[in-house]
């Protein structure tokens, strides 16, 4: 979480290419894969920056707020990620 004076400047970009880094570089992991709320657009934007692809919908896959809401499946495969 990004506090709101603070948005709009690419640490929440930076923290996550960071992270996804560290997964195939150090971990040697093939795939780093997430779920997001359909509905968080800002969210998604980023995932989609750093080369994260849709993989699928969850309908009504977590509960919050008294309601059910889908959710997306991202992910990234090692040969897809750049540093750049």
């Known amino acids: 979480i ?3 004076d603070h948005q709009g400047l690419g640490f929440a970009q930076s923290a996550i290419r960071a992270g ?3 997964a195939f570089q150090v971990l040697n992991m093939h795939k780093v894969y997430l779920y997001v709320d ?3 657009a800002a969210a998604i934007h980023i995932y ?3 080369g994260f692809k849709e993989e ?6 977590f509960f ?8 997306m499946m ?3 495969l090692a040969k897809e990620f750049t540093t750049n």
Not at 56 to 61: A, M, T
Not at 64 to 71: I, K, L, P, R, V
């Open 2 to 4: 990004i506090h709101p």
């Open 20 to 22: 996804v880094e560290y």
């Open 38 to 40: 359909v509905a968080n």
């Open 48 to 50: 989609k920056k750093v």
């Open 56 to 61: 699928g919908i969850l309908r009504e896959h």
């Open 64 to 71: 919050a707020e008294g309601q059910y809401h889908d959710s």
């Open 74 to 76: 991202m992910g990234i």
